[in-house]
């Protein structure tokens, strides 16, 4: 559906077009061997390059190149043999060497695209450039009343900033953007598109115009770190540009933030123009040359991208495409589910995980990642039920208490006392029983009464105490009450 803002003088098109830091995952950072770790004590992993130290030199990080490449490829973008580094010049105090370290005019990717899907329709979202970057340290402006303080553990740290052209047009489209982004990236390992840590997040840029119009003037938000914010900001920001012409106003190109708790865009500064910056290239670092034998390596290794692996659960599996796409959302789910499904029917694994297990991580508010629940924990009690041992009626009953413990689904409910009765012999027992304590009833069935076959299977369920095989005790019955 085509989204619109309704205006007061008429309705009008909304614009987006993404930029996306994602930090890349790496050992050291882009220039220096200093860690990367997270949490580690304040300015406890900086070398003097990333001090800004005079006459440090930077050292480029192979590691870092091959992710960029790798995630150029999977953005099916242009490698670029030969990229440069420019020297993007502003101060900022935790910017120690007044300038950061950049890709400008030749970035190591060029253009490429990415699908996303929007109400069942593909939707080709083309991606402009893929840029290396240093990420600058953090200012600490809440550890203490009268003083700020830097920690320079963030800064050299690898960037790649990704892109997009101004291709969206609605605030889901940016949210879908976002998402098969950070998901690519989390299934070739290249970010762990962790936003809350900040390490993906998004310069949002947003403009409005009349359908058919030339693109308008944009605003840019700057570091979005939430999908939610992303939309909100969005939505925010479009209908403030629509109030500002419809008022005969102009919209001035800058620089906002977006207030989370207020749900508002501010404006922060004056758009600045690239020559501001002054880049040029650096003088410390050579032009950075690929050869084609290096990148075709990496395209052999790429792993499986999220949408191969939906065709192929299809396939594979017999799977829906609605299935398909929540199992790869997240590439541990889809890891979980494919050891899983290996040599069981894949509709009820594919059940068990996204209608029990789900509702259940959704009840606990944990994602399957962070629940700790392994494969085997699925697939013993998955077993149980393939094997008759006990029904599903009963596996959905202490399925939370079961998840909750800490042992393997039989001596779940072995200790449950839970098992089911589905030997053959013992049924016939069940049922015989049950037909001989009720000689009236069984008269009347066989009068023509077929409704009372249910009160039969009630009685051999009640004097199994609920442990009988249902499927069997039908079976059973339905033999006998022909004989
Ligand atoms: P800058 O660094 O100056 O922000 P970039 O070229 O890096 O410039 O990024 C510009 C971003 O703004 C791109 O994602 C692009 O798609 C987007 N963009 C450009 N023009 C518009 C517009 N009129 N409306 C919305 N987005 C736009
Ligand atoms: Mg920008």
New binding site residues.
């Given amino acids: 559906m085509e989204y619109l803002i309704e205006g007061k003088t008429g309705n009008w098109e909304l614009v987006i077009g993404l930029?996306v830091h994602a930090q890349i995952s790496a050992n050291s950072k882009l220039f220096s061997g200093a860690s990367t770790d997270w949490g580690a004590d304040p300015n406890s992993q900086v070398e003097l390059v990333d001090s800004g130290m005079p006459g440090a030199l930077p050292v480029i990080n192979k590691h870092c190149i091959d992710q960029a490449i790798l995630t150029g490829i999977s953005l099916n973008a242009q490698i670029n043999k030969k990229s440069i580094f420019d020297r993007k010049n502003y101060f900022y105090p935790d910017l120690p060497q007044g300038y950061q370290i950049s890709q400008f005019e030749f970035p190591i990717v060029g253009k490429g695209h990415l699908n996303i899907e929007i109400d069942g329709v593909e939707k080709s979202i083309g991606i402009t450039r893929l840029h290396l970057e240093q990420d600058a340290g953090k200012s600490l402006h809440d550890q203490d009343i009268d003083n700020s303080f830097i920690d320079l553990n963030r800064s050299g740290c690898a960037l790649m900033e990704i892109?997009s052209e101004p291709d969206m047009s609605s605030p889901s489209e940016a949210a879908e953007y976002v998402k098969k982004l950070r998901n690519i990236l989390r299934f070739i390992g290249t970010c762990d598109g962790n936003m809350e840590k900040g390490n993906l997040r998004a310069?949002v840029?947003v403009s409005v115009r009349r359908k058919g119009d030339e693109l308008g003037t944009r605003c840019?938000i700057?570091n979005v770190n939430s999908i939610k914010f992303i939309q909100q900001a969005i939505e925010f920001e479009a209908r403030r540009q629509v109030d500002l012409i419809e008022k005969g106003e102009k919209i001035i190109q800058e620089?906002r933030l977006f207030d989370s708790n207020n749900l508002e865009t501010r404006s922060m500064r004056g758009k600045e123009e690239s020559h501001d910056y002054r880049y040029f290239p650096d003088p410390d670092l050579p032009p950075l040359v690929l050869n084609e034998e290096d990148i075709e390596k990496l395209r052999l290794k790429l792993p499986e991208l999220p949408d191969q692996k939906k065709s192929r659960f299809i396939e594979e599996f017999g799977i829906t495409a609605y299935d398909a796409e929540i199992l790869v959302t997240e590439k541990y789910v889809s890891d979980f589910f494919e050891q899983i499904v290996e040599g069981r029917d894949s509709k009820i694994v594919i059940s068990w995980i996204t209608v029990e297990l789900f509702s259940y991580l959704k009840r606990k508010n944990v994602s399957l990642e962070e629940s700790k629940i392994g494969p085997e924990k699925i697939s013993s009690l998955l077993d149980l039920i393939i094997s008759n041992k006990i029904s599903n009626r009963q596996a959905k009953e202490i399925f939370d208490e079961y998840l909750k413990s800490d042992v393997n689904a039989d001596t779940f409910i072995e200790k449950k006392g839970l098992i089911q009765i589905s030997n053959e012999s013992e049924i016939e027992e069940l049922v015989e029983k049950v037909l001989k304590e009720n000689p009236k009833m069984l008269e009347q069935y066989k009068s023509g009464k077929d409704k009372l076959f249910g009160f039969f299977i009630g009685q051999v369920m009640k004097l199994s105490n609920g442990k009988a095989n249902p499927k069997m005790v039908n079976e059973t019955l339905k033999r006998k009450l022909s004989l």
């Fill in positions: 930029e892109v310069d840029n840019e700057k620089t």
